[in-house]
């Protein structure tokens, strides 16, 4: 009988063990889920969008005037007063069909790492300041999906 008992208690105290181990494992996979955008309304999906405050983003227009509209232009067109020496030429943000090719990933990968990080040009600089602000970094994706356009069905 005591045996019995003392391999019960053992037996819950692997599971006890087990369940903590599972839940941080549980919860990573949940920080790590990347978005996706919606193309109709150009916004993160609702179950993905990263919980980020207003303070991020107008950390987050900031960091896009200050350091992407030299060459993407204030509008994100592309046309900065940079964008004509440079060659190849900025990304035109605005651009319907540079919006239906891009994707949440993707914009975070050249934000953090700059355009040789996705096999663009090396001309656009990396922003490894950003890389312990994860709210400013989604802040920042958004702001530039909604410079693009989308269909308003």
Known sequence: MAKLRSTLITLSSLAVIS???MIPVEAH???TVTPSINRLTGQLTPADKPAFGEEDAE???EIFKSRC???????GNGRGSLASHLSPRPTDLTSAY??????VKKLKRVILGGGGAIGK???MPANPDLRN???VVAALVQYIINL???KTE
């Open 148 to 150: 693009a356009p989308r």
């Open 59 to 61: 950390r987050a227009e």
């Open 121 to 123: 040009s090396v001309l």
């Open 98 to 103: 540079w919006y239906k090719s891009t994707s």
């Open 133 to 135: 602000k994860p709210k």
């Open 29 to 31: 996979a949940q920080e």
């Open 19 to 21: 369940l903590l181990i």
């Open 69 to 75: 509209t030299r060459c993407h232009g204030s509008i």
